[in-house]
């Protein structure tokens, strides 16, 4: 039976790039954070009439303003001020009218909850509010990252709410967000996008939509929920073999050897894909997408357990290195309780000013509560608040006194530490614990400090 036909689509099949060229083509974002703003922004520098729509008055305030807070996104505040000058993006925070737009472009966040549990209220509320405005022929694209199943079986149903049918009447597609935080308008113009739609036509659109106002080649895929697998078979892959290098790190520490020289060895086979051990894994992405496909297999009564036992093994790690700080401590004669342990580095990863589920916060939080005095260090948060301390505004300041230097994240800074005068400023004997093995151990010997690193203990390697 051929697939079922969108009726009259706002912007038929073959029109897309031409519209956009013309200023024709209206495009509402929902959701203008860290994946949404680009998305306006971009939309808008290819042509498009842009509405940002967001539950946040400050959110919306700001972007008409041209403000964007996003201050690690190269890039994307001189875009945002053009055209909230111009007027090609408009935010609101209002639904009235807001929906009447050619596509609608959801990108709300999708967390999990205590229970790792998917939360998908944002995108229920998001749909709600679009299915009240929704008209007939226009595509509602979703970019937020779901599980397989939730575009066909949650977005389409509540938009339907509307009294129009999906696929018939509206279009329904789903594009996965694929952006790197801290590159994400460098990935948004270079990276093929993934997209499958309920309808030929519509998939073929939205193709073209991303084809022309983005400049990549998108991957068309049979259905959303292929493209909701795509997104997320890449994100567990990498959580999977990440926990594969902290299984082995462990397993390092205990047969003395480098786990970090090990893979960087392994690294020089064509078909061997590197990953590194270390404090555990953050962010909005890699510590949540492996919930969305088990509870969606779960649901078809599958159980995936190597996704859940790497969840288990990287949310091991702050522990591991709260063991470690201790026994680094104890080898220069001190104990957690009443030392001065300066965290360099809380961002969950390096170079972006992003403390989303930061594993470093799990080591610190259960390291304050073993007695230590905590102290912070991240260029990204000179002089700020950031998760309840204020940032030092140097390292050197952070590092007086310090009876233990942790470093949490391997920000590019530290490439370049003076490790002699740290451990100068430092207590007499102190140790340093490198959560991402980012530091020479030898240089870190050298300056005076009791090094240990994550899948290498304390063995200081030879060469
Ligand atoms: N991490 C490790 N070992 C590694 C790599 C990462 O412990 O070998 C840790 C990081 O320190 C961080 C966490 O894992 O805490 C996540 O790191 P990430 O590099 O995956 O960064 P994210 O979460 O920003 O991932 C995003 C993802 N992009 C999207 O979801 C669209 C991911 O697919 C990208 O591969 C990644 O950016 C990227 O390439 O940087």
Redesign the pocket.
């Known amino acids: 039976m051929a697939p079922e036909k969108t009726e009259q689509l706002m912007v038929p099949p073959g029109t897309a790039a031409r519209r956009l060229k013309q200023g024709a083509v209206k495009i509402t974002v929902v959701g203008l954070g860290r ?1 949404g703003l680009p998305t306006a922004a971009l939309f808008a520098e290819a042509g498009a009439k842009v509405t940002g729509f967001d539950v946040d008055p400050s959110v919306v305030a700001d972007t008409n303003a041209g403000r964007c807070k996003f201050v690690d996104e190269p890039g994307l505040g001189d875009l945002v001020r053009k055209h909230a000058k111009s007027g090609t993006i408009k935010a609101t925070g209002s639904p009235e009218g807001a929906f009447d737009s050619d596509f609608v472009v959801i990108c709300v966040p999708t967390p999990v909850d205590q229970g790792k549990t998917p939360d998908y209220s944002a995108v229920r509320h998001a749909s709600e509010d679009i299915g009240r405005g929704l008209r007939r022929g226009t595509v509602v694209i979703t970019e937020s ?1 779901v599980g397989p199943g939730i575009v066909e079986g949650l977005i389409g149903p509540t938009l339907e709410s509307s009294g129009l049918r999906a696929t018939h009447d509206f279009g329904l597609a789903a594009c ?8 994400i308008l460098r ?1 948004m113009r270079s990276l093929p996008r993934i997209i499958g739609a309920t309808g030929p036509e519509c998939a073929s659109v939205v193709v073209e939509l991303y084809r022309a106002a983005l400049g990549v080649e998108p991957i068309r895929v049979t259905s959303p929920r292929t493209a909701n697998a795509v ?1 997320l078979t ?2 567990i892959f ?2 999977v ?2 926990a594969l ?2 299984e082995f790190a462990l397993l390092f520490e205990g047969l003395g050897i480098d786990a970090k020289e090990v893979i960087d060895a392994c690294a020089t086979k064509y078909n061997f894909v ?14 949540s ?1 492996s919930y969305y496909m088990i509870a969606e297999a779960l649901k078809a009564g599958d159980i995936p357990y190597l996704v859940r036992m790497a969840r288990e093994i ?1 949310d091991r ?1 702050p522990e591991h290195v709260v063991e470690l700080t201790s026994e680094a401590l104890n080898r220069v004669g001190k104990t957690v309780r009443g030392s001065k342990v300066a965290v360099f580095g809380v961002a ?3 170079d ?1 000013k ?1 403390v989303q ?3 470093v916060e799990r080591t610190m939080k259960r390291l304050s509560a073993m007695g230590a005095e905590i102290s912070v260090y991240d260029p990204m948060y000179r002089g700020e608040e950031v998760l309840g301390y204020r940032g030092s505004k140097s390292a050197l300041e952070a590092s007086r006194g310090a009876d233990c230097i942790l470093l949490g ?2 920000h590019s800074e530290f490439k370049e530490l003076d490790l002699v005068s740290l451990s100068k400023a430092a207590s007499a004997k102190a140790a340093l614990v490198d959560a ?1 093995n980012a530091v020479d151990p030898e240089a870190a010997t050298a300056a005076g400090f009791v090094y240990c690193g994550v899948g290498r203990a304390f063995r200081v390697p030879t060469r």
């Open positions: 994946i990252t996965p967000e694929r952006s790197d935080p801290g590159r990935d997104k890449e994100n990498r959580d073999n990440i290098s902290n590197p990953h590194y051990p270390g404090i555990g894994v953050g962010g909005p992405c890699l510590p997408n990287n790690m969950y990863k390096p972006v992003d589920l930061t594993p994240t391997a991402r």
